[in-house]
Antibody, heavy 117, light 110 residues
């Protein structure tokens, strides 16, 4: 069974940092690109970042570019999102999701990040 | 302001057919595949349509997708109460090099 489990969310101050993790199991993690998607309170879905299976390609939403860094450890079946210089508007539920372009989508349960002083 | 434009809401009676539009432009819908997601509060989003008109395994054939030029649409036929949710279109944008979601459409079953 495919499972994606996020962790690392919590409360951070503006300007602070958090690191989100996503533990993957039930599939060959190293064969799939991975995404982070977020939903702020009362708002719609926002794609945050993507990393290719071999880490050669990464992409970021303009809203997080230069502040967030996506990475992965294929040996540990783990996806990471390092979030620096956090802003109030980064408050959201963050989901990790397997590449959906093949028609099979898997998402984590989400982890809440709250940025507040 | 999303580069993909969806109506904020659509509604229909049980059994009816509703359509959700998604208007984009050449770098996104015009050049790439469109994806549709269903999102219920407190749950993870669910892929309904991929590659414009393909249904993932397990998605009822009441859901169908289409694309023409720089626009796409999702149709839900035989509307059911459990279809009440938010629906999002999405596509890769070649000029922005980002994956973009529409702002979402809330479907209400009357």
């Amino acid at each position: 069974e495919v499972q994606l489990v996020e962790s690392g969310g919590g409360l951070a101050k503006p300007g602070g940092s958090l690191r989100l993790s996503c533990a993957a199991s039930g599939f060959t993690f190293s064969s799939y690109g991975m995404n982070w998607v977020r939903q702020a309170p009362g708002k719609g879905l926002e794609w945050v970042s993507f990393i290719s299976s071999s880490t050669t390609y990464t992409a970021y939403a303009d809203s997080v570019k230069g502040r967030f860094t996506i990475s992965r450890d294929n040996a540990k079946n783990s996806l990471l999102l390092q979030m620096n210089s956090l802003r109030d508007e980064d408050t959201a539920v963050y989901y990790c999701a397997r590449d959906w372009t093949t028609g099979e989508d898997y998402w984590g349960q989400g982890t809440l990040v709250t940025v507040s002083s | 302001q999303s580069v993909l434009t969806q109506p904020p809401s659509v509604s229909g009676a049980p059994g009816q057919r509703v359509t959700i539009s998604c208007s984009g432009s050449s770098p996104n819908i015009g050049s790439n595949n469109v994806y549709w997601y269903q999102h219920l509060p407190g749950t993870a989003p669910k892929l309904l349509i991929y590659r414009n008109n393909q249904r993932p395994s397990g998605v009822p054939d009441r859901f169908s997708g289409s694309k023409s030029g720089t626009s796409a649409s999702l149709a839900i036929s035989g509307l059911r109460s459990e279809d009440e949710a938010d629906y999002y279109c999405a596509a890769w944008d070649d000029s922005l090099s980002v994956h973009v979601f529409g702002a979402g459409t809330k479907v209400t079953v009357l």
